[in-house]
């Protein structure tokens, strides 16, 4: 019997490659002569560069960039050789994790680390990047990414106000100047969120508030995106702030859209491509809807949350519950 793992991370508990480690060992339980292939799994946040790079025989490779707060860091993305295609994560450069709790502002977080990791990714000579977006700690709608590539920001008709540092500096933009000789190659956003840049399910309100924007400085941001989607559609001729994904990452869907010209995907199909799954589905979960259409996806679903436990507790048991299920599954089979 050949069995496919093919898990995304239990977050705040497992990672991926846990997550399958744990259904391998309870399948090899019940069936111990089962091949069994694990291909840790994502949907476009974080893990989602191991997964492909894994999947097609790449290797990392590390490039010089900047955190969020602009603290000079060492960055990687997965490279894979034989088809120029360079995958990253927007969160290796401009991530939560790269800051402490302390350390969250969206007013001073910015992406220009992901400006540094593609234009990087452009000088090996990439003819693809994927990147993926999630785990972001800024709100910048990509204003720092556009700033590392050689866009540039102006306060006025003139050069004597460049804006290049608090994104609050947005409300005062008036143009935006492209760089001459930029010619980047086609980039694939990998996403699993829908909303658009601004509004009431927009990247501020919705997403700000975890980044630690205070009530208080949500209608700065606000007015800071809303500036930058008219100039951008003043200055590019393009308007993507309506768009379902624009708001991801604090707004770098949009900037990806509007700077560089990429294109989305939901980030879970652009991982399923990559690793080509085609198998019978059983779904192992920690909680699941009891909607008929969404559970009619898989040939079963089996549900880790056990009553009587709390959240806390059925997270601390992930690992062991997972193996439990794996071998309830293993006897079905």
């Known amino acids: 019997m050949k069995i496919l793992i093919a898990p995304d991370k239990f977050k705040g508990s497992l990672s991926a490659r846990e997550v399958a480690e744990n259904i391998a060992a309870g399948l090899r339980d019940v069936l111990p002569d089962a091949k069994i292939d694990m291909v840790p799994m994502a949907d476009g946040g974080e893990g989602?560069?191991?997964?492909?790079?894994?999947?097609l025989g790449g290797s990392w490779v590390n490039c010089d960039a900047h955190d969020p707060l602009g603290r000079q860091i060492d960055a990687r993305y997965a490279w894979i050789e034989h088809r120029k295609l360079a995958v990253m994560e927007m969160s290796e450069a401009a991530g939560m994790r790269r800051l402490s709790g302390g350390e969250r502002d969206p007013l001073r977080a910015n992406t220009f680390g992901v400006g540094e990791m593609l234009l990087d990714a452009l000088q090996r000579g990439a003819h693809e990047i994927v990147i993926g977006l999630g785990g972001s700690a800024t709100n910048d709608g990509g204003f720092g990414m556009a700033r590392a590539l050689g866009f540039r920001f102006f306060s006025g008709n003139d050069h004597d106000h460049e804006l290049t540092s608090?994104?609050?500096?947005?409300?005062?933009?008036?143009?935006?100047?492209?760089?001459?000789?930029?010619?980047?190659?086609?980039?694939?956003?990998?996403?699993?969120?829908?909303?658009?840049?601004?509004?009431?399910?927009?990247?501020?309100?919705?997403?700000?508030?975890?980044?630690?924007?205070?009530?208080?400085?949500?209608?700065?941001?606000?007015?800071?995106?809303?500036?930058?989607?008219?100039?951008?559609?003043?200055?590019?001729?393009?308007?993507?702030?309506?768009?379902?994904?624009?708001?991801?990452?604090?707004?770098?869907?949009?900037?990806?859209?509007?700077?560089?010209?990429?294109?989305?995907?939901?980030?879970?199909?652009?991982?399923?491509?990559?690793?080509?799954?085609?198998?019978?589905?059983?779904?192992?979960?920690?909680?699941?809807?009891?909607?008929?259409?969404?559970?009619?996806?898989?040939?079963?679903?089996?549900?880790?949350?056990?009553?009587?436990?709390?959240?806390?507790?059925?997270?601390?048991?992930?690992?062991?519950?997972?193996?439990?299920?794996?071998?309830?599954?293993?006897?079905?089979?």
């Open 48 to 55: 989602t560069a191991e997964v492909i790079g894994d999947a």
């Open 166 to 333: 608090a994104i609050s500096e947005l409300q005062k933009l008036r143009r935006i100047q492209s760089p001459r000789n930029l010619s980047l190659p086609k980039i694939i956003a990998a996403v699993d969120v829908r909303n658009p840049l601004l509004g009431k399910n927009g990247a501020t309100r919705v997403f700000g508030p975890q980044k630690g924007a205070r009530e208080d400085k949500i209608d700065v941001l606000e007015r800071a995106l809303t500036t930058l989607a008219d100039v951008v559609a003043k200055d590019l001729n393009v308007d993507y702030r309506d768009e379902p994904g624009a708001g991801a990452a604090g707004g770098l869907g949009f900037g990806l859209m509007s700077f560089c010209g990429a294109r989305f995907r939901p980030g879970f199909d652009v991982v399923a491509e990559a690793v080509r799954l085609g198998k019978r589905v059983f779904a192992i979960v920690g909680r699941a809807s009891e909607d008929r259409s969404v559970r009619e996806i898989f040939d079963k679903v089996y549900v880790l949350a056990q009553p009587g436990m709390s959240e806390k507790e059925n997270m601390a048991h992930a690992a062991e519950l997972l193996r439990e299920n794996a071998r309830e599954l293993a006897k079905k089979l």
